[in-house]
């Protein structure tokens, strides 16, 4: 019997599970775009407090920089406590997952204006996510999904199908070293 803490902080809502053998068997979250910080210990500590943890499934993004490192840092740290594996997904991926549609976006608030997307035939990524403004995102898909969250068993199962290592960061860092400034 497997059972993983199932994180996610791409959107604006910390999401924390615990799913065993397919099963979702304790879940909450917390919205609140700059909560993901205070929000994910508590959420964690809630979730584990009956259960024995196997391994940790962590989404990968796209997401703002700050949400994303949260989750993907609480992650490693909880794992590696507790020699268990890390897994990560495309958090864009764990919500496709909830479409049952032939052709559609799946699109989320990246902030200054614009959205993180990807698009899906048949329920598989085509392509890489991207960020753009939602009037480009509009006009070349026939359906977009706006608003949703990652599916926590969705997040199980692209573990064993598509796991991936890297963060998924679509924009260049904010802050900027004091020697590489103009």
Known sequence: MSTSLVIDTSTNRTVVGVVT???LIWS????GATAHGPSLPLLAEEAITEHNI???IVGMGPGPF??????IAFAHTFARARNIEVIGICSLDAIAAQINEKDFII???ARRKEWYWARY???IRVGEPEVSFPTYVEKIATTVHFGLFPDLIAMTDLAKQRPITEP???RRPDAVATADRP
């Open 121 to 123: 035939t048949d329920g």
């Open 107 to 109: 699109a989320t608030d």
């Open 28 to 31: 909450g979250h917390r919205d």
């Open 21 to 23: 053998d397919g099963k």
């Open 66 to 71: 700050t949400g994303l490192r949260v989750g």
């Open 168 to 170: 998924m960061y679509l």
């Open 54 to 56: 196997d391994q940790v």
